[in-house]
Each structure stands twice: as structure tokens, then as C-alpha cells.
């Protein structure tokens, strides 16, 4: 007996010993809201020390000294107080969360969900259900931050669905949108807001330069194919092996009854007709939905309305569906089903409020950007070149992401130091700029800054109330490193044979 314990010990292997680690000593950390609570304390420690001590740096970008501003003095206490309902109420993720589960939450509600997937993913061969729904999470990056909050769930329910654990489908949907933000197949909100941020460090050193929105187009678009198989990968080899057999209640799969798929059908006519309108709104160039100056639609008010026509998608055909089916029959089932769809939002009302705090002070203190600063300043000191180089800062920005989180944040910090750098050894911003885009991609699976990881934890443990941050972290860093791996090699095989990363994106600089 005592060989054949040990046996399977050795048969487990380093890694996966490596993640019992990660997820004993994880579990030991505390609830997400007091961890925040923690972190918040640590902040206001580190700016009276370190305020005290009179830390600053020089934003490369502007020539400003950036100096900690103590948050522990009197004025700090009264902007803290002063500001603490506003930090709340105008904390981003929380006004997104809530109003997209209204539709959400509205679908799963009155069964649409359900009745989607038994004639959609659940008729489909199993072998290309993952596959899918990996790209789908992938892609889903175009509408920005409304992906992590709207595919999780609705994923794990599919795993339930098909007999499979739904935390191993409610992480392969969220690393793959954190973990693959960057790669996608059409041009996003995001890539004229970091071109943007890549032109101004870049006019340091040309004042004539100008980006192009679809600079690293090419290398993204390949990116969001050559990712999917990882995470399939990674998902059917070392997640769902680790959470094992689901043992919670599961779904019984019946048959669409003759109402049922008459709803379907009409909200299905739904979803046609509002996507119609929305594109007789985007298409023509004079267009409501385009940019009344531009015409563009990548910075529109189409990308700037993402989040309520999201719940309009899923809230109009919810509406419907429940009104055939006789699940909502009066204004008052469906008011009381909204209610229902939001009761489980409880938990992150609460994390939200705590993490606007730690965010806002975190801002406040100009610990983050000095931090970053001093960061890039150590590689700068190195004097690293060609692919080490590129290397070398994908792992900064990776690393950084564990102290900013939002992507539009750190490159307008970090773009005017790196992006003249390398200009001056003879790059293009483009390649620094899709360098800094893997980095920024790959940790936002298991960075604690990133507001999603808390909302996702509170969708886990739905399905296991026991769920500790390292047992979620453990299911979703594999994801993490095998993005990593995969996405360096590509670089490194890109940046070596200088293929084009997009329109106007070289890897040299043309002089």
C-alpha cells in the first residue's frame, strides 16, 4: 500500500505538485473582501513611509516629479472620507457588472439560457463544444470588459449541463477573455486607445510619427487562433483532471416542449431584428453609431454604448421568451424576476465597495506609477537588446499587472519611457506596443487588481462554497503559463523572421 501511495505521488508530477502548493497555501489567504481590505492597509502604510521619506520619480513622458503623497496626513484623511460614497458609485466594473446581469441574469431566469443550450451547444458534437466556446471567450474581448462578467456563468452552466465541473468551464471562459485580451480577430475599443498612448511616446522621439489603430492587427489576429487549442489544452488536460468529478446537483437535459421552442423561436426573431437595427445604425458612413467627425466605428458611440446594447441582447429575447413560456405574464413577474436575477449579486456589491477604496487610494498615493517608473528604469539599466530585450519587458508589464490593472493605465505610463527607448535602437513602436499588449494579457487571469478575478471567484462559488482563492487560482494559472509559453514562442518567431505585425507595424524601425 505504502508503494503504491508513493507511486501516485510520483505520477502526479512537479507541476501539478507545484499547483498543490499554489492552492494550499492559497486557500490560507482570506476572504477576497478582507483581503482588500488588507491590501488597502498596506497601501496607506507604504505612502506614510514611504511619503515620509520623501520617494519620488520622474514621469519620462511629461518631465513631472511624480512624488507618494502620504494618505495617512490630515489632508489625506479628509479626501479619503470625502470621496468615499464617489469611489464607490463611480467605480467602473460595478455600474457594468449590474447592468449587464439584468439581462443576464433575466435569461437565466426565465429559461432562455437553458433552452439555448439544449438546441445549440448541447446538439453540437462534443468535440467542438470547447473549441467554440474557447473563441467565442477570445473574441469576446471586442466588447471590452463586459465579456468577463457575461461568459463565465453562462459557460459554467453549459459544463453542468453536458456532465462536466462548472468551475473547470466558468475558468476556461474567463482566462481565455483575461488571459487572451489582447488577440482577436476584428479591431476593439482598446486598439485606438493604446495606439493612442503608443503615438505620444513615440512623438518624444519622431514628432511626426503617427499609429495606426491596426498596427499589430496581423499578429493578433493569428494570436486568437494559435490560443485556442492551448486553452483547450490546458482546460481538458490539467483543469478538469484537478477538480475531478463534479458532485454538486446537476442538470436534467429534457426535450423542448412545443411552447418552449415556439418562444425560442420568437426570441431568436428578436435577437435578428435588434441586431439589424444596430447595424443599419453602424454601417452607412453617416451612420447615428459612428463617429460624427471620423466616421470611425473602432471609437464610436457603438463602442462607447457596448455594455446596454449587451443587455438589451439578452434582455429583449428574455423578455420575450418569458412572455410565450407564461413565465412572465404581468409587469409584476417581470419585476420580480429582475429581482431574482440580481439576488446573487450581494457579495459583489460588497467586494466592489472595498476594492473602489483600495484602487482609489492606490491611485491617490502615486505608489502605482512610481512603482512602474523604477520597474521600467531597472530593465532600462540592463541595456538588454533584440529579443531579450522584448522579452525582458513582456515580463515587466506581466509583472506590473499584479499593481495596475487596467491595460490603458500602464501604457500611458510606460509608453513614453519604453517606446522612444527602442525607438532609439532602431524598433518601431509597433513591435513595443505588441509586446507590451502579451505582457498586459497574460497575468490578468490571476492578478488580484483586476476587478473581474473577485466577480468570477463569487460565480465559483456558487457551485462550491468551499472555493478559496488558491483553488481558483489553481485553476486558472495554468492557463497564465501556457499562454505565456505560446505566445513567446510566436513572438520570438515573429520578431526573428520580421514578419509585418499589421498595417504600417513593422519590427525596425524605417529610417
Not at 494579457?441 to 482563492?469: C, E, H, Q, V, W
Amino acid at each position: 500500500m505504502g508503494n503504491e501511495g508513493t507511486a501516485r505521488k510520483e505520477r502526479r508530477g512537479l507541476f501539478n505538485r507545484f499547483l498543490d502548493f499554489i492552492e494550499k497555501y492559497g486557500n490560507k489567504l482570506p476572504d477576497p473582501v478582507m483581503l482588500f481590505v488588507y491590501i488597502t492597509a498596506i497601501i496607506l502604510i507604504c505612502s506614510f513611509i514611504f511619503g515620509k521619506l520623501g520617494t519620488t520619480a520622474v514621469n519620462p513622458g511629461t518631465g513631472e516629479e511624480i512624488a507618494v503623497i502620504n494618505l495617512l496626513s490630515s489632508e489625506g484623511f479628509i479626501k479619503m472620507m470625502t470621496n468615499l460614497v464617489v469611489n464607490f458609485t463611480s467605480f467602473p466594473p460595478l455600474g457594468l457588472v449590474l447592468v449587464v446581469m439584468f439581462g443576464v441574469g433575466l435569461a437565466e431566469s426565465t429559461g432562455l439560457i437553458s433552452a439555448v443550450m439544449k438546441v445549440t451547444i448541447l446538439n453540437a458534437p462534443k468535440k467542438i463544444i470547447l473549441p467554440v466556446i474557447v473563441l467565442v471567450a477570445i473574441l469576446g474581448n471586442a466588447a471590452a470588459d463586459a465579456a468577463m462578467v457575461v461568459l463565465p456563468p453562462i459557460v459554467a452552466m453549459i459544463f453542468i449541463a453536458l456532465g462536466r465541473h462548472p468551475i473547470a468551464g466558468l475558468a476556461a471562459a474567463y482566462a481565455s477573455v483575461a488571459g487572451g485580451f489582447s488577440a482577436n480577430l476584428i479591431l476593439s475599443v482598446i486598439d485606438p486607445l493604446i495606439a493612442g498612448f503608443t503615438e505620444i511616446g513615440a512623438q518624444i522621439y519622431d514628432p511626426t510619427y503617427t499609429a495606426n489603430p491596426a498596427m499589430n492587427y496581423y499578429f493578433l489576429a493569428v494570436s486568437a487562433i494559435i490560443l485556442v487549442p492551448v486553452a483547450v489544452l490546458v482546460t481538458t488536460k490539467i483543469v478538469e483532471p484537478r477538480l475531478g468529478v463534479y458532485e454538486g446537483e446537476m442538470e436534467t437535459v429534457e426535450d423542448l416542449s412545443s411552447v418552449e421552442k415556439k418562444g425560442l423561436l420568437w426570441a431568436a426573431l428578436s435577437v435578428v431584428a435588434f441586431v439589424a437595427i444596430i447595424l443599419y445604425l453602424s454601417i452607412p458612413q453617416d451612420s447615428l453609431l459612428r463617429d460624427p467627425e471620423t466616421g470611425s466605428l473602432t471609437k464610436s458611440p457603438l463602442m462607447d454604448s457596448i455594455v446596454p446594447f449587451m443587455m438589451i441582447l439578452f434582455m429583449l429575447p428574455a423578455l420575450i421568451y418569458g412572455k410565450v413560456v407564461k413565465e412572465i405574464k404581468d409587469s409584476k413577474d417581470f419585476a420580480d424576476h429582475l429581482a431574482r436575477a440580481m439576488s446573487g449579486m450581494g457579495m459583489y456589491i460588497v467586494i466592489a465597495f472595498v476594492a473602489a477604496q483600495m484602487i482609489a487610494y492606490f491611485s491617490w498615493s502615486n505608489l502605482g506609477p512610481i512603482v512602474a517608473i523604477k520597474g521600467a528604469e531597472t530593465l532600462e539599466a540592463f541595456g538588454m537588446k533584440g529579443l531579450p530585450l522584448f522579452i525582458g519587458f513582456i515580463i515587466v508589464a506581466a509583472l506590473i499587472n499584479f499593481l495596475v490593472a487596467s491595460s490603458s493605465a500602464k501604457w500611458a505610463i510606460l509608453a513614453p519611457v519604453f517606446v522612444p527607448m527602442f525607438m532609439i535602437l532602431g524598433y518601431d513602436p509597433a513591435v513595443t506596443q505588441v509586446a507590451y499588449r502579451i505582457g498586459d494579457s497574460i497575468t490578468n487571469p490571476i492578478t488580484p487588481m483586476l476587478a473581474y478575478f473577485a466577480i468570477a471567484l463569487t460565480f465559483a462559488k456558487k457551485y462550491d462554497p468551499r472555493m478559496g482563492i488558491g483553488t481558483f487560482m489553481t485553476s486558472l494559472l495554468p492557463y497564465s503559463i501556457a499562454f505565456s509559453i505560446m505566445w513567446l514562442i510566436l513572438f520570438g518567431i515573429w520578431f526573428v523572421l520580421g514578419f509585418p505585425l499589421g498595417p504600417e507595424g513593422n519590427i525596425l524601425l524605417n529610417k
